[in-house]
């Protein structure tokens, strides 16, 4: 739900990002279709032709499982999904939408990484703690 082209939101992006990945394909394993647009940046590049990016919202994924998918993925998608999106940012231009935080997305995102590696360490030390325990007790 943001349009932007600030620094911040570029700097989301690197060079090797230009190949848009098949994000439709989750740790789940499962299959999920686009569901929404949520926000779309541009990008310029080193030949001043720009480059767009999308917020994808995915069916039956959180939120914070969407995914930044570059335009030539955009393509494939049904195109209710652009139009949609088009009609959400004239509501924006005209204030009867607010656009999506995009700082506030990415610092959520930040900190569900920064909470699955906490979680993964302790897994991890739970793992050896049993072992140990194994060991001593035999």
Same mark, same amino acid.
């Given at each position: ?21 098949? +994000?439709?394909?989750?740790? /789940?394993?499962?299959?999920?279709? @686009?569901?929404? =647009? $949520? !926000? ?26 969407? +995914?930044?998918?570059?335009? /030539?993925?955009?393509?494939?998608? @049904?195109?209710? =999904? $652009? !139009? ?55």
């Amino acid at each position: 739900m943001a349009t932007t082209s600030d620094q911040e939101s570029q700097n989301e992006f690197s060079d090797s990002d230009s190949d848009s990945i098949d +994000s439709n394909q989750t740790d /789940d394993g499962q299959t999920h279709l @686009p569901e929404k =647009i $949520l !926000a779309e940046v541009v990008r310029p590049t080193t030949f001043d032709v720009p480059q767009i990016w999308y917020l994808i919202k995915w069916e039956d994924c959180a939120l914070l499982r969407s +995914s930044w998918e570059g335009i /030539d993925f955009a393509e494939n998608f @049904p195109d209710i =999904i $652009l !139009a949609d999106w088009e009609a959400e940012k004239k509501r924006q231009l005209e204030g009867k939408s607010k656009p999506l935080d995009l700082e506030a997305f990415h610092q959520a995102l930040k900190d569900l990484e920064s909470a699955e590696r906490a979680r993964r360490r302790i897994r991890r030390l739970r793992s050896k703690v049993s072992r140990v325990l194994s060991i001593a007790a035999a």
